[in-house]
């Protein structure tokens, strides 16, 4: 199977994030030809147009490591029906300087882990209109919507319940072979 790097935003700022222990799970249970490195959010300062011009090198870094994956995965909570405002102020960024985009063409998939029932679903279809207007090819299905119990994934990333084990790992085997589909048509700029 072909190898892609897949760069990973946690929407939570949040030590004992839920959503940081799906990621961890999603990392250990994807297939060996996909390698994950975490693209930090955390130090950018709230997004103006007035930095256009001279991006600090805090952003330049960031938009760096989105330009070094092949494929972007979001991993996010809800947050009053919609994503975190840290990672739309992270988003705002990546898609900026004008005719700079980040997210033009690369491949990306959207997943998150909520304690209530409908496990971040709406926060997910906020994500999704954002990233269409980014015109960033998305894995349409599955879908994942999780319902995050207690102790479902420990702190290691172990899944404790076979079910959701199998559906992750499966995921991770659809989001590989979308990229491949994705960059099979539309390979990344040098
Ligand atoms: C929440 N939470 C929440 N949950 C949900 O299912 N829908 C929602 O709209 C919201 N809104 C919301 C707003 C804010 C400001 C907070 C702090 C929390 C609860 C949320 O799902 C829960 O705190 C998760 O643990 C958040 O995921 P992380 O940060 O632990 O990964």
Not at 67 to 90: C, M, Q, W
Request: overall charge neutral; hydrophobic content about 40%.
């Amino acid at each position: 199977m072909t190898k892609y790097k897949v760069g990973y935003l946690i929407g939570s700022l949040a030590t004992g994030s839920i959503n940081r222990k799906l990621a961890r799970a999603l990392t250990l249970l994807a297939p060996e030809s996909l390698s994950f490195t975490e693209i930090v959010f955390k130090d950018l300062p709230l997004y103006s147009y007035d930095y256009d011009p001279d991006f600090p090198p805090v952003a330049r870094k960031f938009k760096d490591a989105i330009k070094a994956a092949d494929a972007v995965l979001f991993v996010t909570p809800e947050y009053n029906r919609s994503i975190p405002g840290g990672l739309k102020n992270a988003i705002d960024w990546a898609s900026r300087p004008y005719g700079t985009n980040s997210f033009t063409h690369k491949p990306s998939a959207v997943i998150g882990a909520s304690p209530g029932a409908i496990g971040t679903a709406v926060a997910q279809q906020s994500l999704r209109s954002v990233l269409s207007f980014c015109n960033s090819p998305q894995m349409n299905a599955p879908e994942a919507y999780i319902h995050f119990t207690p102790g479902l994934i420990t702190d290691a990333g172990e899944v404790t319940v076979e079910s959701t084990e199998q559906f992750l790992r499966q995921y991770m085997v659809e989001f590989h072979a979308f990229i491949a589909r994705v960059l099979s048509v539309l390979p990344p700029e040098a």
